[in-house]
């Protein structure tokens, strides 16, 4: 038995992660004749996370745009150069060496492949065309579950390109996938909480329930890309290029729709989000057994069982505070939870689509109409009024003294 963990970043570029607590029986490898030189952590953490995340360049206070910018390209520069260094080193040593070496040609003992990484080293797939079946199943059985999203040609048509592309970019890469997706996912909720900042300043529009709404959502979105980086989604530069830069492109597209109409704008997530749902549901059914012998990430452990679950509850408007409770102790309850959450996206991207037509607070926050023991908003009315009228009986009694 062989225990992987990544603990040093000695020699590792891009790669850091301090110690947790779960030891991490990887799949069996294909090639065992480089046992002697991966890293033996005994803590044998399989993610990436804790002291600090695995932020490849964030800044930890807010700084000029300059500064920031200027850091950002260096750091991320650093990365490419590193990149291209290795994959020089690894075609020389493949072709003039027959010295025993890692996957990428290199001989340092600290040195820990690609393959050995998470979240390669997890062995985890994902079978495009079981995705595609999904959303047939969902859209054929409208009466099983979310059903077909009813949007406008040009969303269809863009969606279809985007998810031609997902499976181009991806193939076998399941969490980069996932992290792509969940860095651009929060994208339309910057730009919905955006918009409705710039109607309140002209004075047009005043929804506060609506932005809280939005801003729960993203802090939803926040956490699964949390995890997402936990598993090393978020590892090559390659594809933080293209999800930082995919998101500003889509971030800005999204605000320029939700001015002409806020209605397409949030059709388009709801398809996203569907999307999202039958990809994590095929990810989860075909990882089963895999995922079920990992442990949970810190960082989701915190998110879905912690103490404060205000936000949590916050973005499912069709549901009553404190009412979805899941598990979350192995890695399976994770990616059902994230699967579960994109449900309730879709649920609410519907409801903003009809509420952007008729009005009427369709989408209120659901602790504006439950409190903590399922009280409905009038049953609240009622009781408030009854400790009002005994507050004023029992001042009226004082003052008979
Ligand atoms: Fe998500
Ligand atoms: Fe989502």
Redesign the pocket.
């Known amino acids: 038995m062989l225990i992987v963990s990544i603990s040093s970043g000695k020699g590792t570029n891009e790669y850091s992660n301090e110690a947790a607590s779960t030891t991490y029986d990887p799949l069996p490898q294909e090639d065992d004749d480089n046992d002697e030189e991966k890293i033996i952590n005994p803590s044998g953490c399989p993610y990436i996370e804790n002291n600090p995340p695995y932020d490849f360049g964030l800044t930890k206070n807010p700084q000029s745009a300059f500064l920031l910018g200027s850091n950002n390209f260096l750091r991320q520069g650093s990365f490419i150069i590193t990149d291209i260094l290795e994959n020089w080193k690894r075609k020389n040593s493949s072709s003039s060496s027959s010295q025993k070496n890692d996957t990428n040609g290199n001989t340092n003992s600290s040195y820990i492949s690609l393959n050995d990484r998470p979240p390669y080293c997890f062995g985890f797939t994902l079978n495009d065309e079981a995705v595609k079946e999904a959303e047939h199943r969902r859209i054929s059985k409208p009466s099983s579950g979310l059903g077909k999203v009813e949007t406008n040609p040009a969303s269809q048509f863009l969606y279809d390109v985007g998810c031609l592309a997902l499976d181009e970019l991806f193939p076998g890469r399941p969490i980069p996938r996932f992290w792509f997706l969940?860095t651009i996912?929060r994208m339309p909720y910057f730009s919905y909480v955006s918009m409705l900042h710039l109607y309140e300043s002209f004075g047009w529009l005043r929804d506060p329930e609506l932005r809280k709404i939005h801003y729960a959502?993203e802090d939803?979105?926040l956490h699964?890309l949390l995890i997402m980086e936990a598993l090393g989604g978020n590892a090559l530069w390659k594809d933080r290029f293209l999800g930082y830069h995919t998101a500003i492109v889509y971030y800005w597209a999204v605000c320029l729709l939700y001015l002409i109409t806020p209605k397409a704008a949030y059709e388009f997530?709801a398809l996203?989000?569907a999307h999202?749902v039958d990809t994590y549901s095929t990810f989860f059914k075909e990882n089963e057994e895999r995922l079920k012998s990992l442990p949970a990430p810190n960082v989701a452990i915190s998110y879905y069982k912690s103490a404060d679950l205000y936000l949590f509850d916050d973005f499912q408007v069709s549901k009553s505070p404190n009412t979805r409770r899941p598990p979350c102790d192995t890695l399976y309850h994770v990616f059902k939870n994230i699967c579960e959450?994109?449900t309730e996206?879709?649920k609410t991207m519907r409801a903003c689509m009809d509420y952007t037509q008729v009005g009427n607070n369709i989408v209120e926050s659901p602790h504006n109409r439950y409190d903590e023991n399922g009280m409905g908003i009038d049953e609240k009315r009622k009781a408030w009024l009854n400790w009002s009228e005994e507050v004023n009986r029992a001042c009226t009694s004082e003052e008979d003294f």
């Open positions: 969940e996912a959502e939803n979105e699964h997530m996203l989000e999202a959450d994109e996206h879709v």
